[in-house]
């Protein structure tokens, strides 16, 4: 796991110590070692490079060149498949020097060109300069589980695995683009291939590109929707073919992932996808595991422990877990600086203390991410079937649920609360169409909110939403499928996944995620709907899939979510600085009558705005800052 940059320049120089000043703002990223390469000739390239080492730790020194020294890789993540690859280059009559991936990756770019990536199993974000032909090819892992930024204006092509590696280059403008600002009010994020900067795209999961003779080429080599459509008329539906598959692939995945020259673990939070990959784990991993966990102290309906250490003593690992309470008010520059753009996903705040924990005591952990993304795990995805059933209830029952859910509180403090909370969400997409329920649970600040929030001239006037653009790609698929793939192309990438790789690299941790092998996602795909939500229970096939080694109350137990008390703190010890600042006056975005309005609603309790709040917290403190 690292950090990658890089600059090719068709005219002129490239500016002495431009690459060196892109690697410093992600230096968390790769805490042990730094190389760079540099090609002196037009076109002119560099390439810079930071490590934390996890494979090969003295000889896998990047920028690293392939056997025939023409091809030059920068690369960060992991290919889990990089010896089987290497042995089939070795009988190729391909040398190597390390036992590095990385020089896996420049080989087989020499052996089979950009074709080489449809061969990885990994999460990938690399680059490989071609010296001979000045060729530059840059490549993100199918499912975006690493990032990439770029920025192209004709003559300078950059990227990097970091945003702020641009603020250093004065020819880069950082214009806001209001587009982007109006998808992270209404989601908490922004989704690829936009950035917070009209000029800086991110690449798209599955995609490359191509720089050569001065122009770029952007492609997808991997895409869900082709795969959606090719396996249509297949889908599966018989339990025992699904749940043997499903067992053989994850364990696999497990397997691969488990390859570490240094200490590992596992995120267990107790949950049904981290308590898998812990069964897995004990069985295959040499010694005892070792999992995490961390709760905040007085906040006790998020402090799910107990189930974690319940799996710990089923599976005889070494289980840490620490009880926090973070002082926001002195790590809330800290937290923002690692997000790199605007992100207001407020369980970030619980990733980024459960990876420095658990950095305490190993360099890779596993995690259950994407197991409710590609096997529906959330409660929305059996909405529509609980519609379905509360629209068949007589009206004297539906006016009760009602008044009882606006009479009480709602809260993630405590059980109560949050079940008004959740009933609040299904009260209100009760009354739209089918197709807009969906955008609808996913959205924060609405439009409509945005319209009275934002100065005239960031309002975005376009009424078709991120979500509804991505939905709309995939109108002929029943509900479950479609809010699947909408989530798959929108949430995991923009939201959970970089959540997890800003969290975990922030402290020179590197975050596994078995859930996303490619293989078990593309099967997963194949899956009838009806076996991944069957009645109003969800995520059913993966839990019948692992019937046989987790305890079915563990398995069935109501889902909890990896949550972040921020409504609470936003009421308590990070008040003061949280109305510091939102009212301050270095940035010109946001109405205060109407920032004050929100602010004072949550304040007495009148409504549980704290996402809101936080999503315009993050934004003023990352403006403040990047931009003044």
């Known amino acids: 796991?690292?950090?990658?940059?890089?600059?090719?320049?068709?005219?002129?120089?490239?500016?002495?110590?431009?690459?060196?000043?892109?690697?410093?703002?992600?230096?968390?990223?790769?805490?042990?070692?730094?190389?760079?390469?540099?090609?002196?000739?037009?076109?002119?390239?560099?390439?810079?490079?930071?490590?934390?080492?996890?494979?090969?730790?003295?000889?896998?020194?990047?920028?690293?060149?392939?056997?025939?020294?023409?091809?030059?890789?920068?690369?960060?993540?992991?290919?889990?498949?990089?010896?089987?690859?290497?042995?089939?280059?070795?009988?190729?009559?391909?040398?190597?020097?390390?036992?590095?991936?990385?020089?896996?990756?420049?080989?087989?770019?020499?052996?089979?060109?950009?074709?080489?990536?449809?061969?990885?199993?990994?999460?990938?974000?690399?680059?490989?300069?071609?010296?001979?032909?000045?060729?530059?090819?840059?490549?993100?892992?199918?499912?975006?589980?690493?990032?990439?930024y770029y920025y192209f204006d004709g003559n300078n092509f950059i990227f990097s695995s970091n945003l702020k590696s641009f603020l250093a280059l004065d020819f880069v403008k950082k214009e806001i683009d209001h587009e982007a600002l109006t998808e992270y009010l209404q989601y908490l994020y922004i989704n690829a291939p936009r950035s917070i900067f009209k000029e800086i795209k991110k690449l798209e999961p599955g995609s490359s590109i191509l720089l050569k003779n001065g122009k770029i080429a952007v492609e997808r080599y991997w895409n869900i929707e082709d795969i959606v459509s090719d396996k249509k008329p297949a889908l599966i539906n018989d339990e025992k073919i699904c749940i043997n598959e499903i067992k053989f692939l994850l364990r696999d995945s497990i397997k691969k992932r488990l390859i570490s020259d240094v200490p590992l673990g596992i995120f267990l939070s107790g949950g049904v996808d981290s308590s898998i990959i812990t069964a897995l784990a004990a069985k295959y991993l040499t010694g005892k595991i070792r999992t995490f966990n961390i709760a905040f102290k007085g906040k006790g309906y998020y402090d799910e422990s107990r189930f974690a250490k319940r799996v710990s003593r089923l599976f005889g690992t070494e289980h840490k877990e620490l009880e926090v309470s973070p002082d926001l008010r002195m790590d809330l520059s800290e937290i923002v600086d690692f997000l790199d753009e605007p992100f207001a996903d407020s369980s970030f705040v619980s990733a980024y203390y459960l990876s420095k924990f658990t950095r305490e005591h190993v360099k890779v952990a596993l995690s259950g991410t994407g197991g409710d993304d590609v096997f529906a795990g959330y409660r929305r995805y059996a909405l529509n079937k609980a519609i379905d059933i509360f629209d068949r209830g007589p009206d004297f029952v539906k006016k009760g649920f009602s008044f009882i859910t606006n009479s009480i509180f709602p809260?993630?403090?405590?059980?109560?609360?949050?079940?008004?909370?959740?009933?609040?969400?299904?009260?209100?997409?009760?009354?739209?169409?089918?197709?807009?329920?969906?955008?609808?649970?996913?959205?924060?600040?609405?439009?409509?909110?945005?319209?009275?929030?934002?100065?005239?001239?960031?309002?975005?006037?376009?009424?078709?939403?991120?979500?509804?653009?991505?939905?709309?790609?995939?109108?002929?698929?029943?509900?479950?499928?479609?809010?699947?793939?909408?989530?798959?192309?929108?949430?995991?990438?923009?939201?959970?996944?970089?959540?997890?790789?800003?969290?975990?690299?922030?402290?020179?941790?590197?975050?596994?995620?078995?859930?996303?092998?490619?293989?078990?996602?593309?099967?997963?795909f194949q899956i009838d709907p009806e076996l991944k939500v069957k009645g109003l229970s969800t995520k059913y096939i993966l839990k019948r899939a692992f019937e046989d080694i987790l305890p079915k109350d563990l398995l069935h137990r109501e889902k909890h979510g990896f949550a972040f008390p921020i409504s609470e703190y936003l009421r308590g010890e990070l008040k003061d600085t949280a109305k510091e600042i939102l009212f301050s006056d270095i940035h010109r975005f946001f109405n205060q009558n109407t920032l004050e309005d929100l602010f004072n609603r949550h304040l007495d309790r009148k409504e549980d705005l704290g996402q809101h709040i936080w999503a315009l917290l993050v934004f003023n403190l990352w403006y403040e800052k990047n931009m003044s």
């Open 1 to 148: 796991m690292c950090g990658i940059c890089g600059f090719v320049k068709n005219n002129g120089r490239i500016a002495p110590g431009i690459v060196e000043k892109m690697l410093m703002p992600m230096k968390h990223r790769g805490p042990d070692d730094e190389g760079i390469f540099k090609d002196d000739t037009s076109p002119f390239s560099a390439l810079g490079h930071c490590r934390l080492s996890i494979i090969d730790l003295e000889a896998g020194h990047q920028p690293m060149s392939d056997d025939s020294n023409r091809y030059v890789c920068v690369h960060n993540g992991e290919i889990y498949n990089f010896l089987d690859l290497r042995e089939s280059l070795e009988k190729k009559g391909y040398k190597f020097r390390t036992k590095s991936d990385a020089e896996v990756i420049a080989n087989m770019y020499h052996a089979h060109d950009k074709e080489c990536v449809e061969k990885f199993n990994g999460m990938f974000a690399f680059a490989i300069w071609d010296k001979k032909e000045k060729v530059l090819f840059v490549c993100r892992d199918r499912i975006g589980i690493k990032p990439l």
């Open 411 to 524: 809260t993630r403090k405590n059980y109560i609360g949050e079940k008004a909370l959740l009933a609040r969400r299904f009260f209100s997409v009760l009354n739209i169409e089918k197709d807009k329920r969906h955008d609808k649970l996913m959205s924060f600040i609405s439009r409509d909110m945005q319209k009275e929030l934002l100065s005239t001239s960031a309002i975005n006037t376009d009424t078709s939403t991120m979500l509804a653009q991505v939905s709309n790609r995939f109108m002929d698929q029943p509900y479950v499928n479609k809010a699947l793939y909408t989530d798959f192309l929108s949430y995991l990438a923009g939201d959970l996944l970089t959540k997890e790789d800003r969290a975990t690299m922030a402290v020179g941790l590197e975050g596994r995620v078995p859930f996303l092998d490619h293989r078990l996602v593309e099967y997963s």
